[in-house]
């Protein structure tokens, strides 16, 4: 199914979703690939003391899209 995503939402990306009924579905996070980790997008990953989370997806990996 497509998404449209970015701040006009006209950037159109095909994706699998998980229908949660409601017109609520769950897709992989577009942001991260879905592991949740923000640190590889990091300038200075070594200066960081724990794993950074995702922006997006809070680390879950997972978000949430309007079916
Ligand atoms: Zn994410």
Known sequence: ???????????????????????AGEIVCLECGGDG??????????????PMRCVDCKGTGRQLVSI
């Open 37 to 50: 980790d923000w640190t590889k997008f990091y300038p200075e990953p070594e200066t960081l003391t724990e």
């Open 1 to 23: 199914m497509t998404v449209y995503v970015g701040w006009s939402r006209n950037t159109e990306v095909t994706v699998e979703i998980a229908d949660l009924g409601c017109g």
